[in-house]
């Protein structure tokens, strides 16, 4: 179940972290899952003794061949009942690009406005959940305008 957040869970293990990167000029980036043929945020698992930091960091080198910044905002969650855990999404910010190590289950990014993801996701799979963690990702940047109803 997807819940926007302020601060991290406290009541069930985080199991995964997630994160909407954006860089200097707006636009942020998500990258190809080959093996479900879908554009998903940068993420994954937090491997045994990695803080939820060092998971993030590991993830989005592994995914996307990038560096985030300190600036990292938990902004939504989802609880799985299976494992009950969470996997917390932040809005982040792109340091730098470095090589993206190959043997991965990602095969690049793909940088774009966050209207352009929306539409794209809306296209290849209209998965609900994911645009409205982008959308949330959005107007908390301030790349999206949130309307009267609280969406964009």
Same mark, same amino acid.
């Given at each position: 179940?997807?819940?926007?957040?302020?601060?991290?869970?406290?009541?069930?293990?985080?199991?995964?972290?997630?994160?909407?990167?954006?860089?200097?000029?707006?636009?942020?980036?998500?990258?190809?899952?080959?093996?479900?043929?879908?554009?998903?945020?940068?993420?994954?698992?937090?491997?045994?003794?990695?803080?939820?930091?060092?998971?993030?960091? !590991?993830?989005?080198?592994?995914? +996307? %061949?990038? *560096?985030? $910044? /300190?600036?990292? &905002?938990?902004?939504?969650?989802?609880?799985? #009942?299976?494992?009950?855990?969470?996997?917390?999404?932040?809005?982040?910010?792109?340091? !730098?690009?470095?090589?993206?190590? +190959? %043997?991965? *289950?990602? $095969? /690049?990014?793909? &940088?774009?406005?966050?209207?352009?993801?929306? #539409?794209?996701?809306?296209?290849?799979?209209?998965?609900?959940?994911?645009?409205?963690?982008?959308?949330?990702?959005?107007?908390?940047?301030?790349?999206?305008?949130?309307?009267?109803?609280?969406?964009?």
């Amino acid at each position: 179940m997807l819940t926007f957040i302020t601060e991290l869970p406290t009541d069930f293990p985080i199991g995964g972290v997630h994160c909407v990167p954006v860089l200097d000029n707006g636009n942020m980036m998500m990258v190809w899952d080959k093996d479900e043929q879908v554009l998903t945020t940068i993420g994954g698992r937090i491997e045994a003794d990695e803080s939820l930091e060092e998971a993030l960091d !590991r993830e989005v080198m592994e995914e +996307a %061949g990038i *560096e985030l $910044t /300190g600036r990292r &905002i938990p902004f939504a969650s989802w609880f799985w #009942a299976s494992t009950e855990g969470y996997t917390v999404y932040y809005l982040s910010e792109v340091k !730098r690009f470095s090589e993206m190590p +190959a %043997g991965f *289950e990602k $095969t /690049g990014y793909v &940088i774009m406005n966050f209207e352009t993801a929306i #539409a794209m996701i809306t296209a290849i799979e209209g998965r609900s959940e994911r645009i409205e963690i982008i959308r949330r990702a959005g107007v908390l940047s301030g790349m999206l305008a949130q309307d009267e109803n609280g969406e964009r």
